[in-house]
């Protein structure tokens, strides 16, 4: 009688742990599943020329409300340029070609700039999906082009097929100014908004917009990493269906 139970009990202990070695290699799955899913970086739109490059100032004054004379009350300029992602990505970064202005008694605002985007309201830019608040930029050296990034915080998620909004402006419109350098592309064809301090937007089309691009980040499974995957779940549901059968 006690051998019986000792066979009975070793017997139940090899089918628990047949079930427990099983059981580990799918959650080994499951965890390459997770982990094959990678985060890639990808551009979705840039107007820059080959290897960042831009065209030498002057660009396009953005802020510099006293410096352009603005008449009052709606006094320095906030430039957008609209983009529609191609596939759907977290936004990551925004690249900028700038130059920082100062001229005593003209342009004395600090080197502080705002970089947005924003969804697309009937043509013109609407809600403000992520402000970047940069500051000393360029290390506030002013007339020395450059490139500014601005690194997304809370990484919004940017659809496939939806219209969305770069947004650029100094917080100080009125004594900051940056001069916006352009991008060396003249065949393209990129939705562009500027406005005088608070006031309408101005919409049009643009074959050479200023220099920026906008990247970010899409989870896409490599192709070889889930070949191996669906095979690994295969081989274990053949072991499974395998052990049952010889119980």
Same mark, same amino acid.
């Given at each position: 009688?006690?051998?019986?139970?000792?066979?009975?009990?070793?017997? =139940?202990?090899?089918?628990?742990? *047949?079930?427990? #070695?099983?059981?580990?290699?799918?959650?080994?799955?499951?965890?390459?599943?997770?982990?094959?899913?990678?985060?890639?970086? %990808?551009? /979705?739109?840039?107007?820059?020329?080959?290897?960042? @490059?831009?065209?030498?100032?002057? %660009?396009?004054?953005?802020?510099?409300? /006293?410096?352009?004379?603005?008449?009052?009350? #709606?006094?320095?300029?906030?430039?957008?340029?609209?983009?529609?992602?191609?596939?759907?990505?977290? *936004?990551?970064?925004?690249?900028?070609?700038?130059?920082?202005?100062?001229?005593?008694?003209?342009?004395?605002?600090?080197?502080?700039?705002?970089?947005?985007?924003?969804?697309? &309201?009937?043509?013109?830019?609407?809600?403000?999906?992520? $402000?970047?608040?940069?500051?000393?930029?360029?290390?506030?050296?002013?007339?020395?082009?450059? /490139?500014? &990034?601005?690194?997304?915080?809370?990484?919004?998620?940017?659809?496939?097929?939806?219209?969305? =909004?770069?947004?650029?402006?100094?917080?100080?419109?009125? #004594?900051?100014?940056?001069? =916006?350098?352009?991008?060396?592309?003249?065949?393209?064809?990129?939705? &562009?908004?500027?406005?005088?301090?608070?006031?309408?937007?101005?919409?049009?089309?643009?074959?050479?917009?200023?220099?920026?691009?906008?990247?970010? $980040?899409?989870?896409?499974?490599?192709?070889?990493?889930?070949?191996?995957?669906?095979?690994?779940?295969?081989?274990?549901?053949?072991?499974?269906? %395998?052990?049952?059968? @010889?119980?």
């Amino acid at each position: 009688m006690y051998n019986r139970h000792r066979a009975r009990m070793a017997k =139940w202990k090899s089918w628990f742990t *047949l079930e427990v #070695n099983v059981a580990n290699p799918i959650a080994q799955v499951v965890l390459l599943a997770v982990l094959v899913c990678n985060a890639h970086a %990808g551009t /979705i739109v840039n107007t820059f020329g080959t290897g960042q @490059s831009f065209l030498s100032p002057p %660009g396009e004054t953005i802020g510099g409300g /006293i410096l352009r004379n603005d008449p009052p009350p #709606n006094i320095g300029v906030t430039q957008a340029f609209g983009f529609t992602p191609a596939s759907a990505a977290s *936004l990551s970064q925004i690249d900028l070609a700038m130059q920082y202005i100062f001229l005593a008694g003209r342009a004395t605002g600090p080197a502080n700039l705002d970089v947005s985007i924003a969804t697309n &309201s009937l043509g013109q830019p609407g809600t403000l999906l992520e $402000t970047i608040h940069l500051t000393n930029v360029l290390g506030s050296v002013p007339f020395q082009p450059g /490139i500014v &990034s601005a690194v997304s915080v809370s990484h919004p998620l940017l659809q496939a097929g939806t219209s969305y =909004w770069l947004v650029v402006a100094p917080p100080d419109l009125a #004594n900051t100014a940056f001069d =916006w350098l352009i991008s060396p592309l003249t065949t393209l064809s990129i939705p &562009s908004a500027t406005r005088l301090g608070s006031g309408p937007w101005i919409t049009g089309n643009t074959n050479q917009p200023l220099a920026f691009d906008v990247s970010g $980040t899409a989870a896409v499974p490599e192709p070889n990493s889930l070949f191996m995957m669906l095979t690994a779940v295969g081989a274990i549901g053949l072991l499974t269906t %395998g052990r049952r059968g @010889s119980r």
